[in-house]
């Protein structure tokens, strides 16, 4: 009777207030790989990601669709067209500028990132993987694995970083127990670090319907790549040897791919992507005078400027900030720093995203309705809330927020030179949205 009465006044909610009850149902989201896969960037624009219950991981002042930089700042830089970018100081984790931080796009190769993030501590190096014939025919960017093949572990995370390799990705997977567990521990480090944004749907990047990352959380996890010295020493590694296979394969070299390896002053490794949806993405980072910064850019062309000329520029930019600038936001260290959600009743309106197609397959998934009568009552005040400020006009696409202090920037200031954020430092400022990633049809 009770489950009953819960679905009555559930559903009786929902009719009141339309989609507003089911955003705050709202599922995490999952890839769809029964969906067309995608072939061109959303023309409506990515969707926006949200932590538990809707919460803005990093800062309110990242729940934004347009451009937020941190007051004191030099101008930014002419010629950054990408859909979506962020600059951070990785050692503070204060974010110092981003666009679009929370946009949900297909990150392409850049989810390559995760995959060693989750594997690189999982597995013995010394082990041997043998190529399979599904190695030789994988899509996209190959190193050349054959079958039959024997490949030291380390020599594919290598492949996997350097040349981009879906083969090294393939056999990277089944030397972790297959890709259905693979894709299963990448999906539970995002969320363990408090990368909500980032679905999961392959381990090289491979468009997929509902497979998403976004500036904020490739951010998230090359400052964890960088930090750790086992895989900022594979981000730097400028050659590798692949082995001949008699009959088969003569041996060659391969090389890194990262455009700022050699060319940028103290880049300390990154990442390229390309796809058809995703365009052109990257993430990087790099050192001077004892500080770090980190910096993603995505859904992009190479016109007029590649993705990694833009992250050179964001880069170069960032290192002009004041090193105790407060930032607007913070990379957070793991999920444990993402506030919890406020009561339904207590939330705020449910944040503008851009509109998407409903085919495109990359967007959350609605949760099926509780069976309590509380969670029912609650949700249904939630939406009616949620109604009721938007009819009064309290819905905005973009907040202006009091700056947000670094979480732990107490505990790290040793790797700031420039020491803590001064007290009353002024807040972000923000800019309206800009150009959009440009046209699937723009050249490569």
Not at 76 to 92: E, H, M, Q
Not at 98 to 112: C, F, N, V
Not at 121 to 142: A, K, M, N, Y
């Amino acid at each position: 009777m009770a489950a009953r009465l819960a679905a009555a006044v559930l559903t009786a909610g929902l009719l009141l207030t339309g989609g507003a009850g089911a955003a705050l149902a709202e599922a995490r989201p999952t890839v769809d790989p029964a969906a067309p896969t995608p072939t061109a960037p959303d023309p409506g624009g990515p969707p926006q990601g949200t932590g538990p219950g809707g919460v803005t991981v990093g800062g309110a002042a990242l729940d934004t669709r347009g451009t937020v930089v941190t007051d004191g700042a030099p101008a930014l830089p002419d010629g950054i067209t990408a859909a979506g970018w962020l600059v951070a100081d990785a050692g503070s984790g204060a974010v110092l500028a981003a666009r679009d931080p929370h946009g949900r796009l297909y990150p392409a190769s850049t989810l390559k990132t995760l995959t060693v993030l989750t594997l690189f501590p999982r597995l013995d190096p010394t082990i041997v993987v043998e190529g399979t014939v599904e190695d030789e025919q994988v899509e996209g960017s190959r190193v050349g694995l054959v079958a039959g093949g024997r490949y030291p572990v380390s020599l594919l995370f290598e492949a996997l970083v350097m040349q981009s390799g879906n083969d090294a990705a393939n056999a990277l997977a089944r030397a972790a127990g297959g890709l259905e567990p693979t894709l299963q521990a990448m999906n539970e480090t995002a969320a363990a670090i408090g990368a909500y944004d980032t679905v999961a749907g392959t381990p090289s990047g491979l468009d997929l319907a509902g497979q998403t990352s976004s500036p904020y959380d490739l951010a998230l996890v090359f400052r964890r790549l960088v930090d750790d010295p086992r895989t900022a020493a594979l981000l730097r590694t400028p050659v590798a040897q692949m082995p001949p296979i008699e009959g088969r394969s003569p041996g060659y070299q391969i090389q890194n791919q990262n455009p700022l390896l050699t060319t940028y002053p103290g880049n300390l490794g990154g990442k390229t992507g390309f796809t058809d949806a995703a365009r052109h993405t990257f993430v990087t980072a790099a050192e001077r005078d004892g500080r770090r910064l980190v910096v993603s850019v995505m859904g992009t062309e190479n016109v007029p400027l590649r993705a990694a000329d833009q992250a050179a520029l964001l880069l170069d930019w960032g290192f002009a900030v004041p090193a105790a600038a407060r930032g607007v936001g913070v990379l957070v260290d793991s999920a444990a720093d993402v506030p919890p959600a406020p009561s339904p009743t207590a939330r705020r309106p449910a944040r503008t995203t851009a509109p998407a197609p409903a085919d495109t397959g990359v967007g959350a998934t609605a949760a099926g309705p509780g069976g309590s009568l509380p969670l029912a009552l609650a949700l249904c005040g939630g939406a009616v809330a949620i109604v009721v400020a938007t009819a009064v006009g309290r819905r905005r696409a973009v907040h202006r927020v009091a700056p947000t202090r670094p979480r732990g920037a107490e505990d790290r200031v040793s790797r700031r030179p420039g020491g803590p954020p001064a007290p009353g430092a002024p807040g972000p400022r923000e800019t309206p949205p800009g150009p959009g990633p440009g046209s699937p049809s723009t050249p490569r």
